[in-house]
């Protein structure tokens, strides 16, 4: 059974950096694309960044140079670094295995 849990959510305040965990088990992670997505209060579920297998990354146009992902094939896990967070940044976080597995998501809230 595979299971993805992202985790690292929480309140900060504009301007500071946070770092985000998708923890998955029950999958060659090593083969896997991981995707990052983001939904916030009364819009859709948004694409905010991808590495694939071989490690190319690939961003959405208001994080580039803010946000970076990365992907430890040892420990299973992908990690999304973002910094100079803004209020617009608020959203629970969602991580996607192979475009199939998502797990519950990580709140996090940015105040100004």
């Known amino acids: 059974q595979v299971r993805v849990v992202e985790s690292g959510g929480r309140l900060v305040q504009a301007g500071e950096s946070l770092r985000l965990s998708c923890t998955v088990s029950?999958?060659?992670?090593?083969?896997?694309?991981v995707k990052w997505f983001r939904q916030s209060p009364e819009k859709e579920r948004e694409w905010v960044a991808t590495?694939?297998?071989?490690?190319?990354?690939s961003f959405e146009d208001s994080v580039k140079g803010r946000f970076s992902v990365s992907k430890n094939n040892a420990w299973n896990r992908s990690q999304l670094q973002m910094n100079n967070l803004s209020p617009a940044d608020t959203a629970v976080y969602y991580c996607?295995?192979?475009?199939?597995?998502w797990g519950k998501g990580t709140q996090v809230i940015v105040s100004a």
């Open positions: 029950g999958f060659n992670f090593k083969i896997a694309t």
């Open positions: 590495i694939t297998a071989d490690g190319t990354t």
């Open positions: 996607n295995i192979v475009d199939r597995f």
